[in-house]
Every structure is written in structure tokens, then in C-alpha cells.
């Protein structure tokens, strides 16, 4: 069964950096990952999209980590990495990963994470 696991949440001063991790285990699945992200939830808020890296490598962020946040694939290694640099408490949510998947017969499907808390302090 496919799973995907978040680390490297936690408590961090505004201005701080963190770094995030998500791993893919297939599970014995044939699959094919179309692309992996981060989202976020703060709360009382909605879950919005962070950063995204597709297969080809191309990168998409949201406005307001643009500049401050990096996201990098290691296909080899099924995983994502995002590096969050000058974090703000408006940054202080639950990170979930989601990985795009296409299965044996190209359909495609996601999986999430359970997420990773990450608390910016002021």
C-alpha cells in the first residue's frame, strides 16, 4: 500500500528556518509519481497549496513564500524536501505532502501525508 510520511515539523523563532521532508513508500504498488507538495493549514483557515515540484522538475509556490521557500525532489529517493527560510507566525499551520500518482494502468490518484505541525513564534 502506498504511504507517504511528513517529517521535520516544529517550533521555530520568526526569522528562523526550518526544513521539511516526505518520503513515498510504494508498498509493493507499480506507480509513477506526477508530483509532489506541500500544503498548509493554519487554523481556522483553509488547506492551501505551499509549493509544488512536478516530474520534469518544475516548481510553482504560492505568493507568499515566494523568495523565502524551496522545494527540491530526489526522484531516486521518492522524496521532497522544502526548505523555509525568514519564517513568519503567519506561517504556523499543520504541513501536509500530497504526491500525484499514476497507478499500473495510468490512472491517476494522490496520497496524503498526516502532516507535521510547524509553529513560527514572534
Known amino acids: 500500500q502506498v504511504k507517504v510520511m511528513e517529517s521535520g515539523g516544529g517550533l521555530v523563532q520568526a526569522g528562523g528556518s526550518l526544513g521539511l521532508s516526505c518520503s513515498l513508500s510504494p508498498g509493493g504498488s507499480r506507480v509513477r509519481i506526477e508530483s509532489m507538495s506541500w500544503y498548509r493549514q493554519a487554523p481556522g483557515k483553509q488547506r492551501e497549496m505551499v509549493a509544488l515540484i512536478s516530474s520534469t522538475g518544475t516548481t510553482n509556490y504560492t505568493d507568499s513564500v515566494k523568495g523565502r521557500f524551496t522545494v527540491s525532489r530526489d526522484g531516486a529517493a521518492n522524496t521532497v524536501e522544502l526548505q523555509m527560510n525568514s519564517l513568519t507566525p503567519n506561517d504556523t499551520g499543520v504541513y501536509y505532502c500530497?504526491?500525484?500518482?499514476?497507478?499500473?494502468?495510468?490512472?491517476?490518484?494522490?496520497?496524503w501525508g498526516r502532516g507535521t505541525q510547524v509553529t513560527v513564534s514572534s
Open positions: 500530497n504526491v500525484g500518482l499514476r497507478d499500473s494502468t495510468d490512472w491517476p490518484y494522490s496520497r
